[in-house]
């Protein structure tokens, strides 16, 4: 066997099911196994940044490891801003990177795409993955693969291989997949034992789920815990999303000022908050109007759980949440007298000029009559309006907050599942990364894209309205769908968006790109909210 049929055996014993990649000269002979073999299907996409947000995407729909396969330097530079999201949003991405072959960095000249040092990219690197790995080595390369990707799995975060093209051909044995790392039994049943019992005494417990059920594929025996438990559920910004293919008691996602006061209202007074898997960011938890004492909170977030001042380190997630279901009786406790959030419907096919809840409703209704679809969306007024989106599977920069997102993130999601997603996406977001969708047609993917165009980078407008520069050109998007390969209709009212998105979930095979005019000024409910909280946050 050669490095990297062993690489590729490796990735797919792990669990990834696609490759994301735009060669160059560092990384030809790899992409040529990688086609040649078959073990992955590959995808190759326009600009790297798309090709690590795909990688993402797939890498939280299937809760495994995405693979993004880049050439050095000018490759893999153009794709650290999207491995800095993986990693701060815990998305399990392998990075692997060509790199000049052992004897040509021998030889004293400076090499093409080589930045400072022949190791700058490997430092780079190691600032937004969790584990690295030079494949210089044959001898040494399968346990090295295996050490980075346990590292991956058990962190949920991205990783970074980088294969020197003169050793893609080297014999090699085939990579012995290594246990996830040992925890104390002892430790952990403590542990359960004491999240119960501060539950037990709290007056208001509440359980808030966050991203890395989802990455840890814990979903369905967290919504089990959720109902044994009895705790109204919520969700974190971030953590939107999940549980949407349970039927866990879940009321809504927390966003502090932002969110419905219900919601909120629960999590600020509550005196046992069980944050399980919840990231603590400013975007998940600071968006509130009281100080959240984080002292009175229970947290369970990488691999460690924290009690008030108590602190058990390597407790994993998986483990943590079986052995509180082992100790919970199976019948179900009453149910919380909590309504769940209503989310709008019902939008009158009228001549209406479009506001951003609209298009929310309009997205319910047309679920509502022809079935849930996943969801991408970019950061901007797309994001926040999708709180309004009843439940379903979604992906979001809901922490590291990355334009340019939502179009590839779509695309990953199609070719990680098979199934037909909704991309919602800013028109900002969609100069950056949209030419993306002229990659549908060779692979038959076929999203439909909500493009909200109001001219306008709005998201900034409502943070600092004086500003010129938030003004954008009016690009036209709709009439550019058909060079791409897809189908384009731009609509001003209600009506038009009613049937244009009808119209374009009965068209299948080709992109159907809705470009929706909507007024500057114009916001969301949440996204108004949200910014007047950032605000006096910040006053
Ligand atoms: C890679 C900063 C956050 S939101 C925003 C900017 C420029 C405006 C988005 O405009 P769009 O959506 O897409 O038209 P909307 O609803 O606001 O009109 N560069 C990157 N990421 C971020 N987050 C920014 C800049 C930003
Ligand atoms: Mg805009």
Same mark, same amino acid.
């Given at each position: 066997?050669?490095?990297?049929?062993?690489?590729?055996?490796?990735?797919?014993?792990?669990?990834?099911?696609?490759?994301?990649?735009?060669?160059?000269?560092?990384?030809?002979?790899?992409?040529?196994?990688?086609?040649?073999?078959?073990?992955?299907?590959?995808?190759?996409?326009?600009?790297?940044?798309?090709?690590?947000?795909?990688?993402?995407?797939?890498?939280?729909?299937?809760?495994?490891?995405?693979?993004?396969?880049?050439?050095?330097?000018?490759?893999?530079?153009?794709?650290?801003?999207?491995?800095?999201?993986?990693?701060?949003?815990? $998305?399990?991405?392998? #990075?692997?990177?060509?790199?000049?072959?052992?004897?040509?960095?021998?030889?004293?000249?400076?090499?093409?795409?080589?930045?400072? $040092?022949?190791?700058?990219?490997?430092?780079?690197?190691?600032?937004?993955?969790?584990?690295?790995?030079?494949?210089?080595?044959?001898?040494?390369?399968?346990?090295? @693969?295996?050490?980075?990707?346990?590292?991956?799995?058990?962190?949920?975060?991205?990783?970074?291989?980088?294969?020197?093209?003169?050793? #893609?051909?080297?014999?090699?044995?085939?990579?012995?997949?290594?246990?996830?790392?040992?925890?104390?039994?002892?430790?952990?049943?403590?542990?359960?034992?004491?999240?119960?019992?501060?539950?037990?005494?709290?007056?208001?417990?509440?359980?808030?789920?966050?991203?890395?059920?989802?990455?840890?594929?814990?979903?369905?025996?967290?919504?089990?815990?959720?109902?044994?438990?009895?705790?109204?559920?919520?969700? $974190?910004?971030?953590?939107?999303?999940?549980?949407?293919?349970?039927?866990?008691?879940?009321?809504?996602?927390? @966003?502090?000022?932002?969110?419905?006061?219900?919601?909120?209202?629960?999590?600020?007074?509550?005196?046992?908050?069980?944050?399980?898997?919840?990231?603590?960011?400013?975007?998940?938890?600071?968006?509130?109007?009281?100080? @959240?004492?984080?002292?009175?909170?229970?947290?369970?977030?990488?691999?460690?759980?924290?009690?008030?001042?108590?602190?058990?380190?390597?407790?994993?997630?998986?483990?943590?949440?079986?052995?509180?279901?082992?100790?919970?009786?199976?019948?179900?406790?009453?149910?919380?007298?909590?309504?769940?959030?209503?989310?709008?419907?019902?939008?009158?096919?009228?001549?209406?000029?479009?506001?951003?809840?609209?298009?929310?409703?309009?997205?319910?209704?047309?679920?509502?009559?022809?079935?849930?679809?996943? @969801?991408?969306?970019?950061?901007?007024?797309?994001?926040?309006?999708?709180?309004?989106?009843?439940?379903?599977?979604?992906?979001?920069?809901?922490?590291?907050?990355?334009?340019?997102?939502?179009?590839?993130?779509?695309?990953?999601?199609?070719?990680?599942?098979?199934?037909?997603?909704?991309?919602?996406?800013?028109?900002?977001?969609?100069? *950056?990364?949209?030419?993306?969708?002229?990659?549908?047609?060779?692979?038959?993917?076929?999203?439909?894209?909500?493009?909200?165009?109001?001219?306008?980078?709005?998201?900034?407008?409502?943070?600092?309205?004086?500003?010129?520069?938030?003004?954008?050109?009016?690009?036209?998007?709709?009439?550019?769908?058909?060079?791409?390969?897809?189908?384009?209709?731009? #609509?001003?009212?209600?009506?038009?968006?009613?049937?244009?998105?009808?119209?374009?979930?009965?068209?299948?095979?080709?992109?159907?790109?809705?470009?929706?005019?909507?007024?500057?000024?114009? *916001? $969301?409910?949440?996204?108004?909210?949200?910014?007047?909280?950032?605000?006096?946050?910040?006053?």
């Amino acid at each position: 066997m050669n490095l990297s049929a062993a690489l590729l055996d490796a990735l797919k014993a792990h669990g990834a099911r696609e490759i994301f990649g735009i060669p160059g000269d560092y990384a030809l002979p790899f992409f040529k196994v990688i086609e040649e073999s078959g073990i992955l299907p590959l995808y190759t996409l326009s600009h790297e940044p798309a090709v690590g947000f795909a990688a993402d995407a797939a890498a939280r729909i299937h809760a495994g490891p995405g693979v993004a396969v880049v050439t050095y330097g000018a490759g893999a530079l153009n794709m650290v801003n999207p491995i800095a999201a993986a990693f701060a949003e815990k $998305s399990p991405v392998v #990075v692997v990177s060509g790199a000049p072959g052992k004897g040509e960095a021998q030889r004293g000249l400076l090499l093409h795409h080589q930045a400072k $040092s022949l190791d700058s990219q490997y430092r780079i690197y190691e600032e937004i993955t969790c584990a690295q790995a030079c494949l210089d080595d044959a001898r040494s390369a399968p346990a090295e @693969i295996a050490r980075v990707l346990r590292a991956c799995l058990s962190c949920s975060q991205p990783v970074y291989l980088e294969l020197p093209r003169d050793m #893609v051909n080297a014999p090699c044995e085939p990579v012995q997949a290594v246990a996830e790392p040992a925890y104390d039994p002892e430790a952990l049943a403590a542990c359960a034992d004491e999240i119960l019992a501060r539950l037990h005494r709290a007056r208001s417990p509440v359980l808030m789920i966050g991203v890395e059920v989802r990455r840890f594929g814990l979903e369905e025996k967290v919504a089990e815990l959720a109902r044994r438990l009895g705790l109204p559920v919520v969700t $974190s910004l971030l953590g939107r999303g999940l549980l949407a293919q349970t039927d866990a008691p879940l009321l809504g996602t927390y @966003i502090g000022v932002a969110g419905l006061p219900a919601i909120t209202e629960l999590v600020e007074n509550s005196d046992a908050l069980f944050l399980l898997g919840v990231i603590v960011s400013d975007t998940n938890l600071g968006v509130s109007a009281v100080h @959240i004492d984080l002292r009175m909170s229970i947290q369970a977030l990488n691999r460690r759980v924290t009690i008030g001042h108590h602190v058990y380190p390597e407790i994993p997630l998986g483990p943590l949440v079986e052995a509180l279901l082992a100790r919970l009786p199976a019948q179900r406790p009453a149910a919380p007298r909590h309504e769940p959030a209503a989310y709008p419907r019902g939008l009158p096919a009228d001549d209406a000029p479009i506001r951003p809840l609209d298009i929310a409703t309009a997205i319910n209704d047309l679920m509502d009559a022809r079935g849930k679809m996943p @969801i991408a969306t970019d950061i901007g007024d797309c994001m926040f309006l999708a709180m309004d989106v009843e439940h379903t599977a979604l992906v979001a920069p809901g922490y590291y907050a990355s334009m340019g997102f939502g179009v590839p993130a779509g695309l990953g999601l199609q070719a990680a599942t098979g199934e037909r997603p909704l991309i919602i996406v800013g028109d900002g977001a969609f100069q *950056m990364t949209g030419w993306e969708l002229g990659n549908c047609r060779r692979y038959g993917w076929d999203p439909i894209v909500l493009l909200i165009n109001n001219a306008s980078w709005e998201m900034l407008r409502a943070f600092q309205p004086e500003s010129k520069f938030n003004d954008l050109d009016d690009w036209h998007f709709a009439e550019a769908a058909a060079a791409l390969g897809g189908e384009g209709v731009r #609509v001003h009212t209600r009506g038009e968006l009613v049937r244009a998105l009808g119209a374009a979930q009965r068209r299948r095979g080709r992109f159907q790109l809705i470009e929706a005019m909507v007024a500057r000024g114009a *916001m $969301s409910p949440t996204l108004a909210r949200f910014v007047e909280g950032v605000k006096s946050k910040r006053t």
